[in-house]
């Protein structure tokens, strides 16, 4: 079993930047690509970024492609997800999630977070 905490949220103006962190405890995080989703007021959860197992891979959605960075430090158990340039669309509550095996697969995830708020004002 692998317990998610998010951290990092909170509100911001156009154009400022957060990093969110993940922290896992209970199993050692470098055992799963990693993910993150968000999810608006009244729309679905929707995939971000996602980090395989090394760091090595990356992927992001359209949307946030050249703001969005995402990374993990397997020593410290964590993954970050640096927003930079946010923009008031990108308000929502984000999400951390684990997956049990080699790849990252959006449908298919086995651990999440309670989520963590972002709030971008214009």
């Known amino acids: 079993q692998v317990q998610l905490v998010e951290s990092g949220g909170g509100l911001v103006q156009a154009g400022d930047s957060l990093r969110l962190s993940c922290t896992a405890s209970?199993?050692?995080?470098?055992?799963?690509?990693m993910g993150w989703f968000r999810q608006a007021p009244g729309k679905e959860r929707e995939f971000v970024a996602s980090i395989n197992r090394s760091g090595g891979n990356t992927y992001y959605t359209d949307s946030v492609k050249g703001r969005f960075t995402v990374s993990r430090d397997n020593a410290k158990n964590t993954v970050y997800l640096q927003m930079n340039s946010l923009k008031p669309e990108d308000t929502a509550v984000y999400y951390c999630a684990a997956r049990v095996g080699t790849i990252f697969i959006t449908h298919d995830i086995d651990y999440w977070g309670q989520g963590t708020q972002v709030t971008v004002s214009s």
């Open positions: 209970g199993r050692t995080l470098s055992s799963y690509p």
